[in-house]
Structure formats: C-alpha cells, structure tokens
C-alpha cells in the first residue's frame, strides 16, 4: 500500500531534550517536507527536501533540522525543544515538487513540558 | 508572500442540505493552483478537490464542487446533500504554479486557518 508513515504518532517530551520525528514513504517521491499545525494557523510549512541531499528552509525553520540521506526517509530533529514547539506536525511527500498532489503521513502529536 | 484567509472558523449544515465554505487568498502570481483538504477526527489529510488557476471551469468531484473566482480571488467549497462523513476541518490551500524570485516556493502549500464543518443529523 503506497504510504507515508510516522514515528511516533504521540509524544509527550521535556523542554531540551533532543528528539527525532520519522517519516518514510514507499512511493519513491522525490519531494519530501514537514508541516506543523496549530489551532487558527493552518498548517505552515518547516522545511522541505527537492530530493536526497537537497533540503531548505519552509517558512517555519527555528528549532529544527532535516536531513535527506535516503529518498524514502526525511526525519525530523528538534535537538533541544521548547513548549513552543507543541504542535501537529505532518509529513508530506509527492512525486515532485510541482505533482498536483502531495500526499500526508497521519500526523505526530508532541507535547514540550 | 502568498496568503489564505477562512473568514468562517465554524459552519454547520443538516444532513442532506448544502453548505458553502468560503476561502479568500492574495497572490501576485498569474500560475498556481487551489486546493480543499479535509481533516476529520483521524488528522488525517485528506485531498477533496483542486483547481488550476489557468482553467476557467470549475471543478467537481462527486457532490464537492468549487466556485473559483480568479478576478475576485475567491476560491468557495460547495458541499450537496451532506453526509455525516462530510463533518471534518477543511482548509484551502494556495500552491505556486512555478518557482518565485527566491526560489522558495518549491512545492510549498499555504493554508487558511481552517473551518470545522458540523453536519447535524
């Protein structure tokens, strides 16, 4: 079944302690990015990857890091998370940046304390 | 910098009737494209319908259809004969039909802030 996945679905952490978010998807996308979703903002995007080894900013980008060492692999790294990172976050990936659909993992609840 | 504005945080419609939501966006760009997700209870993203801005006809899907008013930039959500499924989040979403002068827009979806959809039985 083609699908992106994440890991964990929910977390519940400790302001500064580094943590990495997974997504993989089996469709041999080469566009890969992370969204964060929060109540009356929409989702807004973090960062996103054009292919392996080519990642950039999204509009959201302070507190995190990506890495794009595998196609099917684009993880998320919060390496000292604040409470103002509590949020939905999201995985996405398409075919290429300009497919008209891009498609979502089922989303990652993390709660900073 | 692109925006997306749901003006209506919550709508409600009864089973079987028809609901509008509405969506409004800022662009300066002639290329790009529109898109209705929706998220039920599960998060899960959902595609329900897209538009490309260079297509003067509206689109359908089933008992979804749009009304795309590029002068206007306007960009309505039309649901016929609501179903209980039908309760979810939709969000709008803009995406760049090309690459901007920054060569930041790759593949980037911009979204409104959402409307919870409640179908009453």
């Known amino acids: 079944e083609a699908q992106v996945t994440q890991n964990p679905r929910y977390l519940i952490t400790v302001t500064g302690k580094k943590l990495t978010v997974t997504c993989s998807q089996n469709m041999n996308h080469e566009y890969m990015s992370w969204y964060r979703q929060d109540p009356g903002l929409g989702l807004r995007q973090i960062y996103y990857s054009m292919n392996v080894e080519v990642t950039d900013k999204g509009d959201v980008p302070e507190g995190y890091k990506v890495s794009r060492k595998e196609k099917r692999n684009f993880p998320l790294i919060l390496e000292s998370p604040s409470p103002n990172q509590t949020s939905l976050y999201f995985c996405?990936?398409?075919?290429?940046?300009?497919?008209?659909?891009?498609?979502f993992g089922p989303g990652t609840r993390l709660t900073v304390t | 910098a692109q925006t997306v504005t749901q003006s209506q945080p919550e709508m409600s419609v009864q089973e079987a009737e028809t609901v509008t939501l509405s969506c409004t966006y800022d662009?300066?760009?002639?290329?790009?494209?529109l898109f209705w997700y929706k998220q039920p209870p599960s998060r899960q993203m959902i595609l329900v319908i897209r538009q490309e801005a260079y297509k003067q006809q509206n689109a359908t899907e089933n008992r979804f259809s749009v009304n795309f008013q590029k002068a206007a930039k306007s960009f309505s959500l039309k649901i016929s004969d609501s179903q209980l499924g039908d309760a979810a989040m939709y969000f709008c979403?803009?995406?760049?039909?090309?690459?901007?002068?920054?060569?930041?827009?790759?593949?980037?979806?911009?979204f409104g802030q959402g409307t919870i959809l409640t179908v009453h039985p």
């Open positions: 996405a990936s398409s075919l290429s940046w300009g497919s008209y659909e891009q498609y």
């Open positions: 662009t300066s760009e002639s290329d790009y494209y």
């Open positions: 979403a803009y995406r760049s039909g090309g690459i901007n002068a920054g060569g930041t827009s790759y593949g980037k979806l911009t």
